[in-house]
């Protein structure tokens, strides 16, 4: 019956217990401090791969730039400002159903604030249809009539995609072919215009001759091009700065835009991104997914894609082993977001990227992304350091209680010794979350390695264990603990040094450098784990501790005690050393 116990116990102390409650506790205080920097975490497992992110895909806008669009030219064909381009996109605008983004609203509010007249013009035009927006024809239409003439189509949408459906462009009030010559002209004014940094939308209408009964896409043929309208969105005075600091962290950020090359080129160059690392749609279209995946790697803007571009992209990164986040706030970016280790989305966002995304920002901005990646990170670490201590600490008991039981003439610890001895020890790290990560952790991404562990385990097991049999020979052959009569003094000195012991690995494993004197642990750490070594040390001597089978300890052991524990933190210390020039990480 004893034997059973006892296997019983050194089965529980084998088992780290506490997991769930410490992975549990390092998830929902990390979703506190997160909320508190304004990242809503939707589901906690996303947490910690939050932390693992090394690439980062992202939109240029609200990201990258200011999210205040604001139209600054409409110009016709010849590059001159036009009253009658503003004017057709406000119809464009104004008589449009889908959902309005910020260009839209910026064509408006410039309208009205300089013609408040055009507000009464809504009612004089009759709108006969729509032909909506999608990211394949990146354009969308109106079909509206004004009193007895005939029906209007007008389009907007990017200039490669209007163009093209263009016969003729209306100079000064006269519609003359559009000619390649003319069409190159118009591609120069639309460059310019991009190169101002501005963001270019194309606008072409027609008359058509008849009422349809149901207008379809074969209407959106043979335009006339009336001109450009040039917005801008200019870069975040932050992003910069937040650029560098993720890249510091380990990150690689990479912009997906449907957004011309032009423009986008430029964003990135202000904020420090490289815009010669380039690849637009039509090149991924050409390209199986191992090219995809090798060029990918290099790349950092990717321009004019779609949807399923983006998710191909993401795809290509993950097979390369990265752990890939994605801040998008569109439609377009709903199968992004789900295909990414972790989907971002703000609380601005349309409905189905908030449903598809992890985690939400409160604000759009990639310094509160930043913020949210290193509570990640602390999360990740504070779980991995109970992960391994648990596992090195129990494996090394066990092996000591094995060893010991092959050897002595009595059980070495009783079952409900080990038991109370476990908890205390499991105890001692409840307040791990709480406790604070080297900067060196910190500073790069990091996923979970099961050989890590068992390496780790393997490592600082069997030295917990050879301090454990230098006790064993202590209470032996120095205070004659050596025969049945003698066995509650040895499990007595044994326990006190085992929890002292185990107590102390949290502070030797919790950090790399050097405990207390390099790296100190937070507070509570501090506090919780030094009331239990008090507790290990006078269970001993009272009445509860005789319960359990404890008896007190002669003061002469303390000397021995003493010696063996600081024995074993330079030693530990030394083969910490030795383990970091091997494996060149720690946690």
Not at 299 to 314: E, S, Y
Request: charged share 20%; glycine share 6%; proline share 5%.
């Amino acid at each position: 019956r004893e034997a059973f116990f006892f296997t019983l116990a050194v089965a529980v102390g084998l088992t780290p217990e506490l997991l769930p409650l410490i992975v549990t506790t390092n998830l929902v205080k990390g979703a506190l401090q997160m909320a508190r920097a304004q990242v809503i975490v939707k589901h906690l497992p996303a947490i910690q791969n939050l932390g693992a992110i090394d690439v980062l895909c992202t939109d240029k806008t609200g990201t990258l730039t200011e999210n205040q669009v604001t139209l600054v030219r409409h110009l016709d064909a010849g590059g001159r400002p036009s009253a009658r381009v503003l004017h057709l996109a406000y119809l464009n605008s104004a008589h449009q159903t889908g959902l309005k983004n910020l260009l839209d609203q910026a064509i408006l509010d410039q309208a009205e604030q300089h013609h408040p007249a055009w507000r009464t013009v809504r009612p004089p035009y009759h709108k006969l249809d729509e032909l909506p927006f999608d990211f394949v024809r990146r354009r969308m239409s109106v079909i509206v009539q004004q009193e007895s003439e005939p029906p209007q189509l007008i389009c907007k949408g990017a200039l490669e995609e209007i163009a093209p459906i263009c016969w003729g462009v209306e100079q000064q009030g006269e519609v003359v072919p559009l000619t390649e010559v003319v069409q190159a002209r118009i591609e120069r004014q639309g460059k310019l215009l991009q190169d101002e940094g501005l963001r270019v939308i194309a606008l072409a209408s027609k008359r058509l001759s008849y009422l349809h009964t149901q207008y379809t896409l074969e209407d959106e043929q043979d335009l006339i091009f009336a001109g450009f309208l040039g917005f801008l969105d200019p870069p975040k005075a932050s992003a910069k700065a937040t650029l560098e600091a993720l890249s510091q962290q380990g990150v690689t950020v990479k912009v997906l835009t449907g957004d011309h090359e032009g423009i986008t080129a430029w964003i990135c160059e202000e904020v420090g991104l490289d815009p010669s690392r380039l690849l637009l749609a039509h090149e991924i279209d050409g390209m199986d997914d191992e090219e995809l995946a090798e060029i990918a790697e290099q790349t950092v803007l990717f321009a004019r894609v779609n949807p399923l571009h983006k998710v191909r992209i993401l795809q290509a990164l993950k097979r390369n082993g990265h752990t890939v986040g994605y801040l998008g706030d569109g439609i377009n970016d709903a199968a992004a977001l789900r295909e990414a280790d972790v989907g971002v989305s703000v609380d601005t966002a349309v409905d189905i990227a908030k449903a598809s995304a992890d985690v939400i920002l409160l604000h759009k901005d990639l310094q509160v992304l930043a913020q949210g990646i290193l509570e990640g990170r602390k999360v990740f670490g504070n779980i991995i350091k109970y992960v391994k201590m648990a596992a090195s600490s129990n494996f090394g008991n066990a092996l000591s209680v094995l060893l010991a039981s092959a050897f002595l003439p009595f059980l070495p610890m009783l079952s409900l010794q080990l038991l109370v001895q476990n908890l205390l020890y499991d105890v001692s790290q409840l307040t791990l979350p709480w406790d604070h990560l080297d900067g060196e952790f910190l500073a790069r991404p990091r996923q979970w390695d099961a050989r890590s562990l068992a390496r780790f385990m393997l490592c600082f097991g069997p030295l917990s264990s050879l301090f454990d049999l230098t006790t064993f020979a202590v209470l032996w052959f120095v205070f004659r603990a050596n025969v049945p009569a003698a066995q509650s003094l040895f499990q007595s000195g044994w326990f006190v040094e085992g929890l002292l012991s185990q107590t102390l690995i949290v502070h030797l494993l919790r950090t790399q450098k050097i405990p207390f004197l390099q790296s100190r642990a937070s507070l509570p750490v501090i506090f919780l784990t030094g009331s239990l070594m008090l507790v290990g040390l006078i269970l001993p001597f009272t009445s509860a501790g005789r319960v359990i089978g404890l008896r007190a300890l002669p003061w002469s052991y303390f000397p021995w005690l003493l010696m063996t524990l600081l024995t074993y933190c330079v030693l530990t210390q030394f083969v910490k050393t030795r383990y970091l020039r091997r494996f060149r990480s720690w946690l």
